[in-house]
């Protein structure tokens, strides 16, 4: 499919003013990072991440201002979009928090929802904690079961729990559950409660590890670069590789740039989707790089900008057509993807965009400086002269 045929804009004609637009974004966004510095998710400062599913639309702002009159430092609270599931983020400053913190989290959750009465919440229980709290009622209840049966009866259920999302909302769906019987579910309605949250997971990042893993993030980002940089130099000319590094390195800058202007933290997804943007970026150009390549061994006479030129407007519609539906998708993922997905996919819609625009407007010209530095702004015309006096040569040898 081709959009456009036979096009002949002047691209490098225009490169000033994008040339200037990437100077403002790049000096804005580093005067903010100077001024501001980045704002790092929990992976980099180190914390405790939870997730957390609700049996019904959950209280964000509810819960978020519990935690922030509990905890100390940041807290972040973020509902999956579409889900009724919550992510409660919070920054610890030293390691021997971490437990302390995370049982602060879950008293604090379960002040506001769980049980009262002494039973305990079958939704946040382990087997342990249900066969310890059951052992007894049963036993009153005349419902025979051995010590065996019992630690069975508990694990079943917690199986069958784990099977339908964590959480139950009455004790009447496990009557399917081998071993319950309506004798044990008038037990357990007794006995225990269903809150209505289940926590699904807890993961703690301590601040070491959160200081090892940004180290991590830069050096992978350097590590792409000089390996992309070995391979364009070996595939076309070392200029061609400087061109391209120094264009993804472009839009990694501006990217990061933009996440300090609008105050938006940097997580591992968001470093994922920059590793994302420059191999994308990457790709681009090296695909006008490639048509260059061939045109100047077919188009000798003409200067070397205009067949820059030539080969962009060649590929024109293969890159608004790729960078168009991938933006669309990005931009899907950023107005609709909720607060999870945010930093990914805004790090996406900002890195397509500038990534398109560096390939032609930020490597190409670099080309074309390098040239005009070296005096091969155009082609030689001494090469036909010389045919010719060959030719005349000869002639008169004859």
């Given at each position: 499919?081709?959009?456009?045929?036979?096009?002949?804009?002047?691209?490098?004609?225009?490169?000033?003013?994008?040339?200037?637009?990437?100077?403002?974004?790049?000096?804005?966004?580093?005067?903010?990072?100077?001024m501001k510095g980045m704002q790092y998710g929990?992976?980099?400062?180190?914390?405790?991440?939870?997730?957390?599913?609700?049996?019904?639309?959950?209280?964000?702002?509810?819960?978020?201002?519990?935690?922030?009159?509990?905890?100390?430092?940041?807290?972040?609270?973020?509902?999956?979009?579409?889900?009724?599931?919550?992510?409660?983020?919070?920054?610890?400053?030293?390691?021997?928090?971490?437990?302390?913190?995370?049982?602060?989290?879950?008293?604090?959750?379960?002040?506001?929802?769980?049980?009262?009465?002494?039973?305990?919440?079958?939704?946040?229980?382990?087997?342990?904690?249900?066969?310890?709290?059951?052992?007894?009622?049963?036993?009153?209840?005349?419902?025979?079961?051995?010590?065996?049966?019992?630690?069975?009866?508990?694990?079943?259920?917690?199986?069958?729990?784990?099977?339908h999302g964590g959480i139950l909302r009455s004790?009447?769906?496990?009557?399917?559950v081998k071993g319950v019987t309506p004798k044990?579910?008038?037990?357990?309605?007794?006995?225990?409660?269903?809150?209505?949250?289940?926590?699904?997971?807890?993961?703690?990042?301590?601040?070491?590890?959160?200081?090892?893993?940004?180290?991590?993030?830069?050096?992978?980002?350097?590590?792409?670069?000089?390996?992309?940089?070995?391979?364009?130099?070996?595939?076309?000319?070392?200029?061609?590789?400087?061109?391209?590094?120094?264009?993804?390195?472009?839009?990694?800058?501006?990217?990061?740039?933009?996440?300090?202007?609008?105050?938006?933290?940097?997580?591992?997804?968001?470093?994922?989707?920059?590793?994302?943007?420059?191999?994308?970026?990457?790709?681009?150009?090296?695909?006008?790089?490639?048509?260059?390549?061939?045109?100047?061994?077919?188009?000798?006479?003409?200067?070397?900008?205009?067949?820059?030129?030539?080969?962009?407007?060649?590929?024109?519609?293969?890159?608004?057509?790729?960078?168009?539906?991938?933006?669309?998708?990005?931009?899907?993922?950023?107005?609709?993807?909720?607060?999870?997905?945010?930093?990914?996919?805004?790090?996406?819609?900002?890195?397509?965009?500038?990534?398109?625009?560096?390939?032609?407007?930020?490597?190409?010209?670099?080309?074309?400086?390098?040239?005009?530095?070296?005096?091969?702004?155009?082609?030689?015309?001494?090469?036909?002269?010389?045919?010719?006096?060959?030719?005349?040569?000869?002639?008169?040898?004859?």
């Amino acid at each position: 499919m081709e959009l456009f045929k036979n096009t002949n804009f002047d691209f490098l004609g225009k490169k000033w003013p994008f040339i200037g637009l990437s100077l403002v974004l790049t000096a804005a966004g580093w005067i903010s990072i100077g001024m501001k510095g980045m704002q790092y998710g929990i992976d980099f400062k180190g914390g405790a991440l939870m997730s957390l599913r609700f049996a019904q639309e959950p209280p964000v702002q509810q819960i978020r201002s519990a935690l922030e009159n509990k905890l100390p430092g940041e807290i972040s609270v973020q509902q999956i979009s579409g889900k009724p599931e919550v992510l409660i983020g919070t920054e610890i400053k030293d390691e021997k928090e971490l437990n302390a913190n995370r049982q602060l989290i879950e008293d604090t959750l379960r002040g506001m929802f769980g049980s009262s009465g002494g039973n305990i919440d079958l939704n946040n229980s382990s087997a342990i904690e249900l066969a310890d709290r059951l052992r007894g009622p049963l036993q009153q209840a005349g419902v025979p079961l051995s010590e065996q049966d019992l630690q069975d009866l508990c694990a079943a259920i917690m199986t069958y729990r784990a099977g339908h999302g964590g959480i139950l909302r009455s004790a009447d769906e496990l009557s399917g559950v081998k071993g319950v019987t309506p004798k044990v579910i008038e037990v357990l309605k007794a006995n225990v409660s269903l809150g209505p949250f289940t926590i699904l997971s807890t993961d703690m990042v301590g601040p070491k590890i959160g200081g090892e893993l940004r180290r991590q993030a830069v050096l992978a980002t350097l590590y792409a670069l000089a390996g992309m940089l070995v391979y364009i130099a070996f595939r076309f000319e070392w200029i061609y590789g400087v061109a391209a590094v120094v264009a993804v390195f472009h839009d990694t800058l501006i990217t990061i740039g933009l996440f300090s202007l609008f105050n938006k933290p940097i997580s591992l997804t968001v470093v994922a989707a920059l590793l994302t943007l420059v191999g994308y970026s990457m790709n681009d150009t090296i695909v006008v790089f490639d048509r260059i390549r061939e045109n100047l061994k077919m188009v000798r006479r003409e200067s070397l900008e205009n067949i820059i030129n030539l080969s962009i407007n060649q590929t024109l519609s293969r890159t608004v057509l790729t960078s168009g539906l991938t933006l669309l998708t990005a931009l899907a993922l950023w107005l609709f993807g909720g607060d999870v997905l945010n930093g990914f996919s805004f790090a996406l819609v900002a890195g397509i965009i500038v990534g398109t625009y560096s390939s032609v407007f930020v490597a190409s010209p670099i080309l074309v400086f390098w040239q005009n530095f070296r005096g091969k702004g155009k082609p030689s015309a001494a090469a036909p002269v010389a045919r010719e006096t060959a030719g005349q040569r000869k002639a008169m040898r004859g």
